[in-house]
């Protein structure tokens, strides 16, 4: 018997059938712009506010309440499987996550303990109780893919070059495959948590793969990204698979396991489209229109909708996450206009 959820136009869209109207929903839509959102964040860090399932639920419901997108993102953020199996770290203001002890070495990989669901039990809890409150809005989960997380545990942060993970993957090669081993297997086990208390899609964010040529992807973290997403493909949830600056990898992330391929906004969507092998395709306004004139982010995002006509599925987004300045009546506006031009 079909979930109710089964014909939601996102559903609908990354499954490559025909929704009701262009389904959307916004990268970082849960927080940063909000004012709501910063009231609640107020004297509480970035992780205990993901560890707190009242604080969890109540900010991925904001945007939906405000916007009425096709699909909440629940809120968490990428390093948070790290923090919960052990690892020293925390997400500082400004800068991002910073990791007290950088991975080096074999040892350091070996004292990384794999995840298991009684490590992020208030994940589940949160899960659940957003499935039960969002009703026929789908809930979209969410891991760190291997290379991006991979990367902050040998930076040791942010990086512009990614020097040190680079000289791993490519000078180290026994420390990065088990290094990526041991991710994968966090993040596979992360979005198992996520699917199993409820969650309609998963998306699998590789922020800093558009640092790679498309030889060392395929070589070195394609395979690792490959295996996350495999690992769960016998829930029949769809897959979205993102990078940034990613418009020479298209077409091997939709190889990697993907049904729906994040295009951001430095690739026009049809190009995109042509990239992706026939797979349905997220995105791509570029984030900073919406600081435009409204008539100039409209115009601008009717030809995303035009161009998305010619794919499989098209799921509205942004090219990249929402930027914190923001105006929150610009995504709503915006949603309000996609979802009345493209309505069939």
């Known amino acids: 018997m079909p979930s109710p959820l089964h014909d939601a136009p996102f559903l609908r869209a990354a499954r490559g059938e025909q929704p009701s109207h262009t389904p959307v929903w916004f990268m970082r839509q849960a927080g940063r ?7 609640l964040r107020e004297g509480i860090t970035m992780l ?4 707190r399932p009242d604080l969890v639920v109540e900010i991925t419901l904001q945007p939906v309440r405000r916007y009425g997108v096709d699909a909440a993102i629940f809120f968490s953020d990428i390093v948070l499987p790290l923090k919960a199996v052990g690892v020293d770290l925390d997400i500082k203001p400004g800068v991002g996550p910073v990791v007290a002890e950088p991975v080096r070495t074999l040892a350091d990989v070996a004292a990384i303990p794999d995840l298991t ?7 589940t809890e949160s899960v659940r ?9 789908p809930l979209i989960g969410f891991a ?12 040791g942060g942010p990086s512009k070059d990614h020097a040190r993970t680079k000289a791993m993957m490519l000078g ?6 088990a290094l990526m081993d041991k991710i994968a297997g966090i993040s596979a086990a992360y979005l198992e948590v ?5 969650a309609s899609a998963v998306q699998l964010f590789d922020s800093w793969a558009g640092a790679l040529s498309p030889s060392d992807y395929a070589a070195s973290v394609m395979p690792w990204s490959a295996r996350v997403l495999q690992a769960v493909a016998a829930h029949d949830v769809p897959r979205i698979h993102f990078g940034v600056g990613t418009g020479e990898l298209l077409g091997l992330m939709g190889e990697a396991g993907a049904d729906v391929v994040g295009v951001d906004w430095r690739v026009p969507l049809a190009d995109g489209i042509a990239r992706v092998g026939g797979r349905a395709v997220q995105g791509n306004l570029d984030p900073t229109l919406v600081f435009t004139p409204t008539e100039v982010m409209l115009a601008r995002a009717a030809e995303v909708l035009r161009a998305g006509e010619q794919a499989s599925g098209h799921v509205f ?22 979802h009345e031009t493209s309505a069939r």
């Open 144 to 155: 760190g893919a291997p290379f991006t997380v991979a990367s902050y545990l040998v930076e």
């Open 129 to 137: 109780t957003l499935v039960g409150e969002l009703g026929a809005t």
């Open 48 to 51: 205990e506010s993901c560890m």
């Open 33 to 39: 712009s909000l004012p709501e959102y910063r009231r």
């Open 172 to 177: 180290a090669p026994e420390v990065w495959a």
């Open 117 to 123: 669901p009684e490590h992020v039990d208030f994940v």
């Open 194 to 198: 996520q699917i199993a208390a409820g």
């Open 317 to 338: 987004n942004l090219g990249h996450g929402v930027l914190p300045d923001t105006d929150p009546d610009q995504l709503a506006r915006l949603t309000d206009f996609v």
